[in-house]
């Protein structure tokens, strides 16, 4: 595995030879907010350092800022101080990305500051430094303090008209903390840390929106506590049609949650909404169904449409990215751009990506562990967005909320059209690679905040470890929900694959053991990868597909195909799914097909179904890749029909 990541990069160099990132750059490239205020600051340059915004508060302030480069990560800091020889300076992120967040604290107000935001390479660690820079954080005239100025403890209403309210310390509340109702205020977090539901049995916020007007939640940190109840959330506005509010804007926010179901921004029947310059972050592992109502990073129920989601990192999760689905026929103005999404897709059904109709999707970075982009409705405009991704099996009910969850061995999606809806989408000017690994067993070790990489969900200590079962009193497990997950326990024994659990008990070939530290992990399976996969079933959808790079890569020289669940070892360019609704009407078709750049290093076309829809397939080029190899095949075209390969083969370019 480690010989395959070293090649590859001297691969990507090749591959990106076509890919236009000066262009993606161009295009949109300006960082706009619909209520930008005087605190403030947006700036665009031709550096290292792009879509600068900083907001500031009293006594913090948020910096923001991506690389010149979408297909580039690096990690970074920012240094700052009271005199240009700093003395202060944020932590190292932990992890390469394209987007960087840094909140600066204990600020003085009326002092002025300057910092300097600084990357690092993550190859050779060479650092790139910014110009020079300074803010100046100022009292707020008129702003209400909490909790000083208010009575009581958490829940705060904040129900004053035209106020704004700012945080003076760390708090902590057993259910919500915040209520905010005023409208046309502000709630500002001044770079403190709110923790929520620490000790409930019911469902809480962080923030819970009700404003029937214009507000803003900025620049702090939300945090869920330890219990409370499914489908909590950091920010929320709720689907209460006397509650739903217009024109929210969330900005500079940092989340983490992690108790089961709860979102970390959840925002239903909403219009008006614009979420930016956020690093929203979950380390939720289990939901109560991966159908309805799933559970994402940011789930948005637009009804009323003006949306604007961009600027965000979003991180970790267990199933969806970004999700917008509409709940009225005039949802209009949705637009999801500039995001950098590294979610973890832990259950079958879930995306990075997943706009729903009519939206403008572009110059967004996704680098996820999961399938990349769900395309379902109508309209959807996809262009200049890098999507380099990896995958692995997934957890399924089937039916809908069964227990225990299925283990499920499903194909990779980088760009998935799906349904009778998916049409009148146009995808262009996208690089799409999906690169599958071979399985990974770390053998328990490493953090569980790392378990992308070494797949290690639980690090504790058992109370008892008996003849056939390792007991921890401290947890409140679902039934099996660790069935056919591994433990290590004693590092000079083998792993023990879990037959089932109880609440606070696995159960296993275990054997009498001293109580010690102990580790629950799952060994990475990776599936099948389909850059470009087509399930779009309306014979006239006239879907347009153009000017793109399509890359699936196995690691398998000897590939195998299997049944649903159990995918196989193969990869493909371009994937048909059940292609076979009839023909389209004339002068029509349900998609288009032309002018971009597929590679892969074993199937160029896959279909299920022989193909018997309108699918033009035309001046593409389809290129065989060699290192670090080809797999052996005779065909590189499987299952299209004969009629439809060999249109296939004298309407494109073919180099293997």
């Known amino acids: 595995m480690k010989k395959l990541r070293f090649i590859l990069p001297v691969l990507s160099l090749f591959i990106l030879g076509g890919f236009s990132v000066s262009k993606m750059n161009k295009k949109s490239g300006e960082c706009s907010s619909s209520s930008v205020q005087k605190n403030t600051a947006v700036d665009q340059d031709d550096g290292f350092f792009q879509r600068r915004w900083n907001y500031v508060s009293e006594t913090s302030a948020v910096i923001y800022w991506q690389l010149n480069d979408i297909s580039k990560s690096a990690n970074s800091f920012v240094e700052y101080g009271k005199t240009k020889d700093f003395g202060n300076r944020t932590a190292v992120t932990k992890k390469p990305r394209w987007a960087h967040f840094h909140r600066l604290t204990g600020l003085d107000p009326g002092s002025n500051y300057y910092y300097r935001m600084v990357e690092i390479n993550p190859t050779d660690g060479k650092r790139t430094k910014s110009e020079l820079l300074q803010l100046t954080p100022r009292r707020i005239s008129g702003a209400v303090y909490i909790p000083q100025d208010l009575k009581g403890e958490p829940p705060y209403l904040l129900d004053k008209d035209d106020t704004y309210y700012v945080l003076t310390q760390d708090i902590k509340a057993d259910g919500s903390a915040f209520i905010l109702k005023g409208s046309r205020s502000t709630l500002d977090?001044?770079?403190?840390?709110?923790?929520?539901?620490?000790?409930?049995?019911?469902?809480?916020?962080?923030?819970?929106?009700?404003?029937?007007?214009?507000?803003?939640?900025?620049n702090g940190r939300i945090v869920q506590g330890a219990r409370s109840y499914d489908y909590s959330a950091a920010v929320a506005s709720l689907d209460r049609t006397f509650e739903r509010p217009a024109a929210t804007e969330i900005c500079g926010i940092s989340t983490d949650v992690h108790l089961r179901d709860t979102w970390p921004m959840n925002f239903t029947h909403i219009e008006q909404l614009e979420v930016h310059h956020n690093d929203i972050y979950s380390r939720v592992t289990e939901i109560e169904c991966r159908h309805?109502?799933?559970?994402?990073?940011?789930?948005?129920?637009?009804?009323?449409?003006?949306?604007h989601l961009h600027d965000n990192l979003l991180t970790e999760g267990c199933q969806w990215g970004i999700v917008v689905k509409?709940?009225?026929?005039?949802?209009?103005?949705?637009?999801?751009?500039?995001?950098?999404?590294?979610?973890?897709q832990q259950y079958v059904n879930g995306y990075a990506l997943s706009p729903g109709s009519g939206a403008i999707v572009h110059h967004n970075r996704v680098t996820s562990t999961g399938r990349g982009v769900h395309l379902t409705g109508e309209n959807t405009e996809f262009y200049n967005n890098y999507v380099d991704i990896q995958g692995h099996q997934h957890l399924s009910d089937l039916p809908a909320r069964t227990r225990p969850f299925h283990h499920r061995l499903i194909?990779?999606?980088?760009?998935?059209?799906?349904?009778?809806s998916a049409k009148y989408c146009k995808i262009y000017n996208n690089f799409v690679r999906i690169t599958q690994w071979q399985p990974v067993d770390s053998g328990g070790k490493g953090d569980p905040a790392d378990k992308v990489d070494n797949g290690v969900y639980i690090r504790s200590n058992a109370t008892s470890v008996e003849e056939g079962k390792l007991v921890d009193t401290k947890q409140n497990w679902e039934k099996d929900r660790w069935r056919f997950y591994y433990v290590k326990y004693d590092p000079n024994k083998p792993p023990v694959k879990i037959t089932g659990n109880d609440a606070t008990t696995l159960y296993g070939d275990f054997g009498v053991e001293p109580s010690s530290e102990y580790t629950i992990y799952m060994k990475w399976s990776y599936v099948a990868p389909t850059p470009l996969n087509l399930a779009c079933y309306d014979p006239n959808g006239m879907n347009e597909i153009y000017n793109n790079t399509f890359i699936g890569i196995t690691t398998y020289k000897k590939t195998r195909h299997g049944e649903y669940g159990d995918s196989g070892e193969w990869a493909t360019a371009v994937m048909f799914v059940m292609m076979n609704k009839g023909a389209a009407d004339p002068g029509k078709y349900s998609a288009y097909l032309h002018d971009n750049q597929f590679f892969s290093n074993d199937l160029f076309i896959n279909s299920y179904t022989e193909?018997?829809?309108?699918?033009?397939?035309?001046?593409?080029?389809?290129?065989?890749?060699?290192?670090?190899f080809a797999t052996e095949r005779e065909d590189r075209i499987r299952m299209v029909g004969d009629e439809y390969e060999a249109k296939a083969r004298k309407a494109n370019k073919f180099i293997e």
Do not use: W
Not at 294 to 307: C, E, F, H, K, V
Not at 611 to 628: Q, R, V, W, Y
């Open 611 to 628: 193909i018997n829809m309108n699918i033009k397939l035309e001046d593409n080029t389809f290129t065989l890749l060699t290192n670090p």
């Open 292 to 307: 309805y109502p799933g559970n994402a990073l940011l789930r948005i129920y637009a009804y009323g449409g003006n949306i």
């Open 411 to 420: 194909e990779l999606h980088g760009v998935k059209f799906e349904g009778r």
């Open 326 to 344: 509409a709940l009225s026929r005039t949802i209009e103005n949705v637009e999801v751009d500039h995001n950098d999404i590294q979610h973890h």
């Open 189 to 218: 977090l001044d770079g403190h840390t709110v923790i929520f539901g620490d000790d409930t049995a019911e469902q809480v916020y962080g923030v819970r929106i009700i404003s029937r007007d214009s507000c803003k939640v900025a």
